[in-house]
């Protein structure tokens, strides 16, 4: 919404051009706060004697330098020769009160400044280009902003009660009824804090001087009367600048739990992956013990490790996921996996030999193309006793393939009833468990038994669900879960 809103009001100022104030002759005060800024003193001094502007006076207030600021004269930005004369062309009318500039970092030379860099131009800046288009700019910055004398005397003039008078300041004279205007070409470089210390220092300040200016204006919070400032912009404030910064840190702190508990994860996982022992023999004493069900899956392994809490100096079941892949599928989502790569760069041309596994899950994002209709029907005809898992691309095979049909459910039905009956005969002829996917999924057992799940929904049966559930069925059918009661 930024971005368009910023888009709109650039296409805007375009349209403008010609009602703005080409050549200003007005005498323009420039006020120069300053404390302990005796290290850039002198540059910004020497910047501002150098405006291409024909008639400004320069006011330098010193509140309380400790250090030789008075002396030397001072401050920490620096503007651009034009930058005073690209603001007074947006007071073409008398209803704007103030214009804000852009604030650039003039002293990128850490990481703490380059990324402030960053923020300055994306959210500061931003920000500002698409609230001149609402006028519902919160903030004139005090780096490079201008405003009507005779409208900051008629709002009360700069006060002392918050600690971010600039934000006070703009929000009265938005309340008042003036506009707010921002001008892009308008440009100041500004010294932004080079250490922690100090950025947590100016940033605290500006938190709490916006939270003071927000509350001291409340009454324009969603109050129709101050159009867009008190109906968008005060929410704004209230909720992106106020409600969640307050409970920022408890995100940062639940990423970095998420982060520790993820890398513990993972080093376990890939530790059972390529150090668990598939016998007593060949098992340090000092190691974990881990007793593994091996688990085939074809092309996409999506399987569900099934991770005791406790696996050390005990015995406990666990899958190995091993997933057959063309050569070119890069397996990163999926590190824990130990991947058989198929001759062919795109498809699955051709199966290992699987004798030794418990359990065979097949059809995940296998494809239909014939090199692997082919391989599955040389795979179907071994006649294995592994339990088998089929999904997708596996029964669609099955159906566009006559000579395999006594291996499918076939024909149509009139209702879910008589779909039912079909299944359940189908169960029983060849003892197999038959999950009928679905918003209530149906699981019909060899017994003629039908589980319901009446909790799920729509996307049971969309987006993937059916290759986690594959893979969840194929590993529970590895480690020993058998019969319908499981």
Same mark, same amino acid.
């Given at each position: 919404?930024?971005?368009?809103?910023?888009?709109?009001?650039?296409?805007?100022?375009?349209?403008?051009?010609?009602?703005?104030?080409?050549?200003?002759? @007005?005498?323009?005060?420039?006020?120069?706060?300053?404390?302990?800024?005796?290290?850039?003193?002198?540059?910004?001094?020497?910047?501002?004697?150098?405006?291409?502007?024909?008639?400004? @006076?320069?006011?330098?207030?010193? &509140?309380?330098?400790?250090?030789?600021?008075? @002396?030397?004269?001072?401050?920490?930005?620096?503007?651009?020769?034009?930058?005073?004369?690209?603001?007074?062309?947006?007071?073409?009318?008398?209803?704007?009160?103030?214009?804000?500039?852009?604030?650039?970092?003039?002293?990128?030379?850490?990481?703490?400044?380059?990324?402030?860099?960053?923020?300055?131009?994306?959210?500061?800046?931003?920000?500002?280009?698409?609230?001149?288009?609402?006028?519902?700019?919160?903030?004139?910055?005090?780096?490079?902003? /201008?405003?009507?004398?005779?409208?900051?005397?008629?709002?009360?003039?700069? +006060? +002392?009660? $918050?600690?971010?008078?600039?934000?006070?300041?703009?929000?009265?004279?938005?309340?008042?009824?003036?506009?707010?205007?921002?001008?892009?070409?308008?440009?100041?470089?500004?010294?932004?804090?080079?250490?922690?210390?100090?950025?947590?220092?100016?940033?605290?300040?500006?938190?709490?001087?916006?939270?003071?200016?927000?509350?001291?204006?409340?009454?324009?919070?969603?109050?129709?009367?101050?159009?867009?400032?008190?109906?968008?912009?005060?929410?704004?404030?209230?909720?992106?600048?106020?409600?969640?910064?307050?409970?920022?840190?408890?995100?940062?702190?639940?990423?970095?739990?998420? *982060?520790?508990?993820?890398?513990?994860? *993972?080093?376990?996982?890939?530790?059972?992956?390529?150090? =668990?022992?598939?016998?007593?023999?060949?098992?340090?004493?000092?190691?974990?013990?881990?007793?593994?069900?091996?688990?085939?899956?074809?092309?996409?392994?999506?399987?569900?490790?099934?991770?005791?809490?406790?696996?050390?100096?005990?015995? /406990?079941?666990?899958?190995?996921?091993?997933?057959?892949?063309?050569?070119?599928?890069?397996?990163?989502?999926?590190?824990?996996?130990?991947?058989?790569?198929?001759?062919?760069? &795109?498809?699955?041309?051709?199966?290992?030999?699987?004798?030794?596994?418990?359990?065979?899950?097949?059809?995940? =994002?296998?494809?239909?193309?014939?090199?692997?209709? &082919?391989?599955?029907?040389?795979?179907?005809?071994?006649?294995?006793? +592994?339990?088998?898992?089929?999904?997708?691309?596996?029964?669609?095979?099955?159906?566009?393939?006559?000579?395999?049909?006594?291996?499918?459910?076939?024909? $149509?039905?009139?209702?879910?009833?008589?779909?039912?009956?079909?299944?359940?005969?189908?169960?029983?002829?060849?003892?197999?468990?038959?999950?009928?996917?679905?918003?209530?999924?149906?699981?019909?057992?060899?017994?003629?038994?039908?589980?319901?799940?009446?909790?799920?929904?729509?996307?049971?049966?969309?987006?993937?669900?059916?290759?986690?559930? $594959?893979?969840?069925?194929?590993?529970?059918?590895?480690?020993?879960?058998?019969?319908?009661?499981?």
């Amino acid at each position: 919404m930024i971005a368009y809103l910023a888009i709109r009001q650039k296409r805007k100022n375009r349209r403008e051009q010609s009602e703005l104030i080409s050549d200003s002759q @007005e005498k323009v005060s420039i006020i120069i706060p300053a404390y302990n800024e005796e290290v850039t003193v002198l540059a910004t001094i020497k910047s501002l004697l150098h405006l291409d502007y024909p008639a400004y @006076e320069l006011i330098f207030v010193d &509140d309380g330098s400790k250090d030789k600021t008075f @002396e030397i004269v001072n401050a920490d930005t620096q503007l651009k020769t034009d930058a005073l004369r690209m603001l007074m062309k947006y007071f073409n009318k008398d209803q704007v009160a103030a214009v804000a500039g852009s604030v650039k970092v003039g002293n990128v030379h850490n990481m703490l400044t380059h990324w402030q860099s960053i923020e300055y131009i994306t959210s500061q800046n931003m920000d500002r280009r698409a609230f001149d288009l609402l006028n519902m700019i919160s903030v004139v910055p005090g780096a490079i902003g /201008a405003f009507r004398r005779s409208v900051i005397l008629e709002v009360g003039g700069f +006060t +002392t009660d $918050t600690l971010a008078e600039d934000c006070d300041l703009t929000m009265r004279i938005l309340k008042a009824g003036y506009t707010v205007r921002n001008s892009a070409e308008a440009v100041a470089f500004t010294e932004a804090p080079d250490t922690v210390k100090m950025l947590f220092k100016q940033r605290f300040r500006w938190s709490f001087g916006v939270l003071q200016s927000f509350w001291k204006n409340k009454d324009t919070l969603l109050n129709p009367k101050y159009g867009y400032f008190g109906m968008v912009g005060m929410p704004n404030i209230l909720i992106f600048q106020i409600i969640l910064p307050l409970f920022a840190p408890l995100a940062d702190l639940f990423m970095l739990f998420s *982060l520790v508990s993820g890398l513990f994860s *993972l080093s376990e996982v890939n530790g059972i992956s390529w150090t =668990g022992s598939l016998s007593d023999e060949t098992t340090p004493k000092d190691s974990p013990v881990v007793e593994a069900d091996l688990v085939y899956t074809f092309q996409s392994p999506k399987l569900a490790l099934l991770m005791p809490e406790n696996r050390f100096r005990v015995k /406990a079941f666990h899958v190995l996921d091993i997933g057959l892949t063309p050569t070119a599928f890069a397996q990163t989502a999926v590190p824990e996996t130990m991947v058989i790569t198929d001759p062919n760069d &795109d498809l699955i041309t051709q199966f290992p030999d699987v004798h030794s596994f418990q359990s065979i899950g097949i059809g995940i =994002g296998m494809g239909t193309a014939q090199s692997t209709i &082919d391989a599955f029907k040389m795979f179907i005809a071994q006649g294995l006793d +592994t339990p088998l898992v089929l999904d997708a691309d596996a029964l669609n095979i099955l159906a566009q393939q006559p000579e395999l049909w006594q291996f499918s459910i076939t024909g $149509t039905w009139q209702n879910d009833f008589q779909k039912m009956d079909k299944v359940k005969a189908f169960a029983a002829q060849y003892q197999l468990y038959v999950l009928i996917k679905g918003a209530n999924s149906a699981l019909v057992t060899p017994e003629g038994v039908i589980y319901f799940n009446s909790t799920g929904n729509v996307g049971m049966a969309t987006g993937g669900s059916g290759d986690i559930l $594959t893979g969840i069925l194929t590993a529970l059918i590895g480690q020993g879960y058998s019969s319908g009661k499981h």
